[in-house]
């Protein structure tokens, strides 16, 4: 032990690199951004009301300090609060603002045939204005069907759904599983220790000891992957957007070869630059491959520091700087981020065109 200084516990560890090199800040994208994964509320999250909607002028005044032309919001729902929704934001503003809609999850256990049920709420969605869908991650970790089995992602029982995305051309953003680490043991080499640690509700080990019978255990994360990788491949007719980096960062690898295969699946970066920025040049050969697939998004509360920490990623050469806008050791893992310097004209595409290419399918499929 060091005189004078005594332990200090992990979280209290918060070590500020001595390093010096240069440091570039962007304020703005160098071209205009559509963030392709948000959330702007309405009391999705938890079935609370406490998250409200956004005061619109506020939020297209933060959209164009940072040149966010247009937000994707995936808290439509279905129903009246999908009415609701679209009433707030996208018919006022179609231009900036593209609300998903969703399905009703709690249907799942019930109804037989919950694949028609929820392609005919798709239908209705869309002839409601809804401009995609997003489906939850709880696909594939929670939900399960009459029998109490769990219902893997590329269960037939949900084709109806996805021919009808497909029919009406709306793109389906789709979140599987989570990142690997949730998981893995939560041991000492569990690289979000601390991150679980806080939040145990997030660790999806699948052998961990049922306890009072509320934790069913889950599948793997493999199975998984393996379960979204059919469904890419059985349904190429539909749109999918892999949200966070295609529900893989850690393995480019993994993703590249999926979307070599599938055409039909897209990316977005959101809540994923803490993954892509710690391996830099994968992350840039990779984005640079799929320049026509790649979207970028956030998945953060709307923030003029969050954007431009993104920009700094996408834009710059900038060597180990904080994802987080809140201090230096950020919250989901103990490393420092390395920015990609992308192209121009890749750049262009990730930040605007390719978004853009996924939503206007939608708005001419004729609907209604
Ligand atoms: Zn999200």
Partial sequence: MVPGNGEITLPEYAPRPMLTVPVNK???PRFDAIDAHNHLGGGVFGG???????????????????AVRMIVDLDGGWGDRLHEEIAH????????????????????ATDPSFGETEARRLRDSVASGARGLKVWKVLGLRLRDQQGRLIPIDDERLDPLWATAAELRVPVMIHIADPVAFFQPL????????????????????TRPKGDGTHPDFASFDELMEQFEGLLTRHSATTFIGAHVGCYAENLGWVSRVMDKCPNFYADISARIQELGRQPFTARDFMIRHQDRVLFGTDATPDAEVYRIYYRFLETRDEYFSSSNRGEVPGNGRWMIYGVDLPDDVLRKVYYDNAHHVLSAAVTSGVK
């Fill in 89 to 108: 934001y996208q018919e006022p503003h179609p231009d900036r603002f593209a609300v998903f809609s969703g399905l009703d999850y709690e249907n799942f």
């Fill in 26 to 28: 962007p304020i703005r």
């Fill in 187 to 206: 041991d000492r080499f569990n690289e979000r220790w601390e991150e679980l640690n806080r939040h145990p509700d997030w660790h999806f080990y699948p």
């Fill in 48 to 66: 609370s009301e406490s998250f409200p909607r956004w005061p619109v002028d506020q939020l297209l005044h933060l959209m164009d300090e940072v």
